[in-house]
């Protein structure tokens, strides 16, 4: 990803995919991507991006373009705060990273939001062993990174994304999928204390998309 600083490029990412349960769950109230919601919300947080100086804050709304450039559905979830129940806008992927035709890395993404972007901003990211919780506000921002597992157990993948790559500003640089489908999971993270409060995400049922894609070769 562009921004070393989130937690979706600066994560380790070999989580082993045989660790991950893929058991059924039931779906929750995201009705799928339209194009006018998926790219005005691209360009709103493209446009964010750009305007923030905010190392941490700039580069969330980076990843969260970039997974909505690749179909991602939207839905309403609860982030707990200090402790309290708050309603965010949420969105999730699972990036596998392919060598040669074979899955070999991946990580799994939550991304939360308030209102429409300009409030607080929270990634949840697992990989490898390890948690990243990285959030941004217009008081504050910050990013935990340490050892921890969430609790996931993914869904059967289903219907292929709908693409907003070719509506996409090129400076998202979202990756061109090997193949890309819908897929919900189940998942909780535990409450990491970021940016002068703690963020956790509740056991609950969040919409989101499988991506696979070619792992880059280093350059020579």
Known sequence: MALARSPRSCSVVLLAIATLAAAA????????PTTNQNAQLIL???????ATTDDNRSGAMLDIAQILAEGAPIATGTVMVNGVAEQYHLTAELQVLDVQGAPVDSQYTVAAWKGDGTDTIALFNASAGFVAVLVG?????????????????LGAPGAACVSFLAVTPSDV?????VACQRQSA?????GESVAGATFALPSQSVAGIRLEANLEPPPP
């Not at 640089?173 to 999928?177: D, E, G, L, V």
């Open 186 to 190: 189940t998942v909780a993270f535990d």
């Open 44 to 50: 709103r947080f493209d446009s964010l991006h750009n």
């Open 25 to 32: 769950c039931s779906s929750d109230s995201a009705t799928g």
């Open 137 to 153: 506000s217009p008081a504050a921002s910050g990013e935990f990174i340490g050892p921890g597992t969430p609790a996931l157990t």
């Open 173 to 177: 640089s979202a990756p061109t999928p």
